[in-house]
């Protein structure tokens, strides 16, 4: 497989080119077909890639006190997989699941009493004067945007964190291996989407760009693929604040 277009500064199209570039994509061709077992399929395809319960058990360990009432909000929330699971273990929290798609969250089985779903984007929220969030997960999503929308769209989540509040970000992490370029194929030719991964260092420097007060306090590898890279960043505490109880562990994990 020719990888040369893997390279991160391939030109971007406009967003609404970029959701759905081909007719009919692989991947939609197949949902459709699956018809009611399709739930069940995308979720085997998805757990190929991405173990959504341990990504989710990681995610709730960042949390210190997973009791407390957290706002949680998980843009890119697709159709709920990563925010069920989440929720799952965070049995106080209350959740906001945005996504540009219509319909998310729309395969979310946890508690809807305390999840809500919008399509939007998250300049929306912003606009909006949304209060800001304790947890913010952003997973599988960056990739997927724009270089002429990136810096604006995680600038826009910089903005949305409380106080002491996380930053997740997990990516598919561009390397040489084999498990990137079939996550690869799966994005760009199943699903027939225009992608541009990252690698690690990538990722800290965006973020540190847009957040220099921001720390890096954990950096996890999510099974089942070493490409499945998790980044936990936190927003200063103010002196004001008695810091939020989202509060990471400081100790980053190779
Ligand atoms: C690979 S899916 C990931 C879904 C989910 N986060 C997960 O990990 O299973 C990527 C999702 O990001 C959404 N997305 C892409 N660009 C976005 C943007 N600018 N704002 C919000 N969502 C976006 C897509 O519509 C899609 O649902």
Redesign the pocket.
């Known amino acids: 497989m020719a990888v040369a277009t893997l390279h991160p500064h391939d030109a971007p199209a406009p ?1 609404a080119a970029r ?1 759905y570039p081909v007719a009919m994509s692989i991947g939609r061709l197949v949902r459709r077909a699956l018809g009611s077992y399709e739930q069940k399929a995308a979720d085997r395809y ?1 757990a190929f890639f ?1 173990d ?1 319960d341990a990504l989710a058990d990681t995610l709730a360990s960042s949390v210190r006190d997973r009791d407390a009432p957290l706002r949680v909000l ?5 159709e709920g ?2 925010a069920t699971s989440l929720l799952h273990r965070l049995p106080q929290a209350t959740m906001l699941g ?4 219509d319909d998310p969250g729309r395969n979310f089985t946890g508690d809807r009493t305390r999840a809500t779903f919008r399509s939007c ?2 300049g929306q929220l912003v606009a909006d004067d949304t209060p800001a969030f304790d947890l913010v997960v952003v ?3 960056l990739h ?2 724009p270089d002429a ?1 990136l810096r604006g ?1 995680v600038s826009d989540v910089v903005s949305l964190l409380a106080p002491g509040g996380l930053l997740a970000i ?1 990516e598919w992490e561009r390397d040489g291996s084999l498990a990137f370029r079939s996550g690869w194929f799966s994005d760009r030719v199943v699903s027939g989407q225009e992608v541009r991964f990252f690698d690690g260092a990538e990722l800290r420097r965006l973020v540190a760009d847009l957040a220099p007060h921001a720390a890096v306090v954990a950096e996890h590898r999510i099974a089942p693929r070493r490409c499945n890279l998790l980044l936990v960043w936190q927003a200063p505490v103010s002196s004001s604040s008695a810091g939020p109880a989202a509060t990471a562990d400081a100790t980053p994990t190779p």
């Open positions: 967003l959701r998805r991405l959504t998980e843009l890119g929330c697709g997989l990563v945005v996504d540009i798609a984007t998250v997973s599988d999503v997927h945007i929308d769209v997990k």
